[in-house]
């Protein structure tokens, strides 16, 4: 199985995280010795499932990747195209392929074990285009107090979605205007209600809908089979999106490397 990686984030200026470190390259920023993306490469490359990557954002020599099978991209500028540009990079590896992970690079607590226990995980559930981890406060709270992460209010619970999933090669190709229109209106709640549902958003916000709810409506919306599973691993959505965050994982790591 082919993984992408999504490095293509940018730290402000003005951003304590910056000011901090000194970098603005977010896959960069240095934890323990070597830089948080190399985190990630190793506990891809570590699993079992994974037999190359595709970083979309970097430029080789960014890490050291010597005998690594990686193929770079560069990045296009959004989300969507930098995704479509990993797929067709991983097309040029492996024509045939179906499934693939999608991965950022800011999850450097990610662990070969905890990529296979993930893949697995997600080869006994029922088929699906898509398969998306979400954790939920409690569980993201015991494993890493004061995190402070963003969590989505939902029935049965608040939830952080994942930093890695799979998808279908052929549902992201087909939904690739859907999921444009859908990130460039992320700020603006009406248009997304005429793209998602009114009944949706509705559900959503008096916290009427429960993660599986959430995933049926998507799913029907997108013309594809997504499923949403509450999982118990904090690490998968542990992101490094401000100073805080990335002081948190620096201590985990480098003590881990002592």
Not at 37 to 47: F, K, N, R, T, Y
Request: hydrophobic share 45%.
């Amino acid at each position: 199985m082919q993984a992408l990686i999504i490095a293509g984030g940018r730290i402000k200026a003005d951003k304590a995280l910056f000011i901090e470190t000194g970098i603005s390259k977010k896959a960069l920023l240095p934890i323990g010795n070597k830089p948080m993306i190399q985190w990630v490469v190793d506990a891809l490359m570590g699993s079992k499932y994974v037999d190359g990557l595709v970083i979309v954002g970097l430029k080789p020599g960014s890490f050291d990747d010597a005998n690594i099978p990686v193929r770079y991209v560069e990045d296009r500028g959004n989300i969507i195209d930098n995704g479509l540009a990993g797929m067709a990079a991983i097309e040029e590896v492996e024509p045939d392929y179906k499934k693939f992970i999608v991965c950022s690079s800011d999850i450097p607590l990610l662990t070969p074990s905890l990529v296979d226990e993930f893949v697995e995980t997600f080869q006994q559930q029922e088929y699906a285009d898509v398969y998306y981890p979400l954790v939920e406060e409690k569980v993201m709270e015991a494993r890493f107090p004061g995190s402070n992460r963003t969590f989505t209010p939902m029935k049965g619970g608040r939830y952080a979605g994942g930093d890695i999933f799979f998808s279908d090669r052929e549902i992201a190709k087909a939904n690739q205007e859907f999921l444009r229109g859908l990130t460039g209106q992320r700020k603006n709640f009406f248009a997304q209600a005429r793209m998602i549902g009114f009944t949706f958003i509705f559900k959503f916000i008096f916290k009427m809908m429960d993660i599986h709810e959430a995933a049926a409506r998507a799913s029907k919306v997108a013309g594809a089979t997504g499923r949403a599973l509450e999982y118990p691993r904090a690490e998968v959505a542990m992101d490094v999106d401000k100073l805080h965050q990335y002081l948190l994982v620096k201590e985990i790591l480098e003590e881990k490397q002592a």
